[in-house]
T-cell receptor, first 115, second 111 residues
């Protein structure tokens, strides 16, 4: 499967611990996105990379959150000092910005439960 | 600010009946509109986008700029259409990177 892959798929952590999620986009895609989804809501935009540059961060992304995309390939999303309110599905997506449009492909997500 | 509203959280129809999932949007510009679908235990995937004007799996959606709506329709629902449907919006051109999603509608097609 050459789709967007995310790891781990599930993570249970104690409040105050740090967690890191990894995303491997579709190989030729130059854009990478992180979204968050909570129960009963649609995905909410967190941040986006064009190659290795992080071009926008949502106000939802507090100082405890940091995302990187070294070398413009895979990306990591780290949450420091987790809180119960961080419990959510974290979705990664990627796309190729081209003249024909910008179809965004999603991964299966990483479920985070903070206890 | 851009906003997408899906007024129905749940929609239940019988097989063979027509189905319409409603979507209204707010955007000060020319948006691109999408429908995404998530089948049970599968990832979110693009169903259709308004600029393609395609019919996918029998679904169509017409962008109505006057009513700011992008309702998804299918004349004869099938059981395999049961899924979560999300309407989404992005800006056009240089601001087409960010999707704003509605809260979704769970469609159940009963036999």
């Amino acid at each position: 499967d050459t789709g967007v892959s995310q790891d781990p798929r599930h993570k249970i952590t104690k409040r105050g611990q740090n967690v890191t999620f990894r995303c491997d986009p579709i190989s030729e895609h130059n854009r990478l996105y992180w979204y968050r989804q909570t129960l009963g809501q649609g995905p909410e935009f967190l941040t986006y990379f064009q190659n290795e540059a992080q071009l926008e961060k949502s106000r939802l992304l507090s100082d405890r959150f940091s995302a990187e995309r070294p070398k413009g390939s895979f990306s990591t999303l780290e949450i420091q000092r987790t809180e119960q309110g961080d419990s959510a599905m974290y979705l990664c997506a990627s796309s190729w910005q081209g003249a024909s449009g910008n179809t965004i492909y999603f991964g299966e997500g990483s479920w985070l439960t903070v206890v | 600010a851009q906003r997408v509203t899906q007024p129905e959280k749940l929609l239940s129809v019988f097989k063979g009946a027509p189905v319409e999932l409603k979507c209204n949007y707010s955007y000060s510009g020319s948006p691109e509109l999408f429908w995404y679908v998530q089948y049970s235990r599968q990832r979110l995937q693009l169903l259709l986008r308004h600029i393609s004007r395609e019919s996918i799996k029998g679904f169509t959606a017409d962008l109505n700029k006057g009513e700011t709506s992008f309702h998804l329709k299918k004349p004869f629902a099938q059981e395999e259409d049961s899924a979560m449907y999300y309407c989404a919006l992005s800006g056009s051109g240089g601001s087409n990177y960010k999707l704003t999603f509605g809260k979704g509608t769970l469609l159940t097609v009963n036999p």
